[in-house]
T-cell receptor, first 116, second 112 residues
Framework: AQKITQTQPGMFVQEKEAVTLDCTYDTSDQSYGLFWYKQPSSGEMIFLIYQGSYDEQNATEGRYSLNFQKARKSANLVISASQLGDSAMYFCAMRERTGGYNKLIFGAGTRLAVHP | DGGITQSPKYLFRKEGQNVTLSCEQNLNHDAMYWYRQDPGQGLRLIYYSQIVNDFQKGDIAEGYSVSREKKESFPLTVTSAQKNPTAFYLC???????????FGPGTRLTVT
């Protein structure tokens, strides 16, 4: 079965510094997708970034980049120049295709606190 | 503005009552999903639907039911058979670009 592991329950970072949130995954599929979502205290889930298993370059979206290491099955999120508004829960997820249906498997999340 | 709406934001019910959570999307997405989130934890899939009149059980479907009579709507009923219904419920729909999921604002259900 596919699985996502986020080993850091909580992280903190100083404002304006970079931070890396870890994510490892387990799958036997050759084609898969990896996602990162942000969940502020209000509860909504915000899509941040996507990496396809066949993408040769690491995905980037503004201050977010995904450090994709396929052989190590890791998909770490890097946030550069942290801002106070980055304080939130962050979830790594993987797309699973079962019986013709696509669904996402989520990790347990990492709580990021940005300090001024 | 395209998006997903869930109502209400907060819902209170007495134990033993069924309650229906609404989810509507105007993104023209075929696939829709319901998740449950307990405090400090990740999301667990309750039900999902790929197309109208079709839905599949997720990992924790017991005590829940859904319907998908219209493309835009995917209501979730929390029945009295659900042993621990108090939780945060998130609805999502999926595009066909990367199949990324767009989420609604969530409904916080409290059953006493």
């Amino acid at each position: 079965a596919q699985k996502i592991t986020q080993t850091q329950p909580g992280m903190f970072v100083q404002e304006k510094e970079a931070v890396t949130l870890d994510c490892t995954y387990d799958t036997s599929d050759q084609s898969y997708g990896l996602f990162w979502y942000k969940q502020p205290s209000s509860g909504e889930m915000i899509f941040l970034i996507y990496q396809g298993s066949y993408d040769e370059q690491n995905a980037t979206e503004g201050r977010y980049s995904l450090n994709f290491q396929k052989a190590r099955k890791s998909a770490n999120l890097v946030i550069s120049a942290s801002q106070l508004g980055d304080s939130a829960m962050y979830f790594c997820a993987m797309r699973e295709r079962t019986g013709g249906y696509n669904k996402l498997i989520f990790g347990a999340g990492t709580r990021l606190a940005v300090h001024p | 503005d395209g998006g997903i709406t869930q109502s209400p934001k907060y819902l209170f019910r007495k134990e033993g009552q069924n309650v229906t959570l609404s989810c509507e999307q105007n993104l023209n997405h075929d696939a829709m999903y319901w998740y449950r989130q307990d405090p400090g934890q990740g999301l667990r899939l309750i039900y999902y639907s790929q197309i109208v009149n079709d839905f599949q059980k997720g990992d924790i479907a017991e005590g829940y039911s859904v319907s998908r009579e219209k493309k835009e709507s995917f209501p979730l009923t929390v029945t009295s058979a659900q042993k621990n219904p108090t939780a945060f419920y998130l609805c999502a729909s999926s595009g066909d670009r990367f199949y990324e999921q767009y989420f609604g604002p969530g409904t916080r259900l409290t059953v006493t």
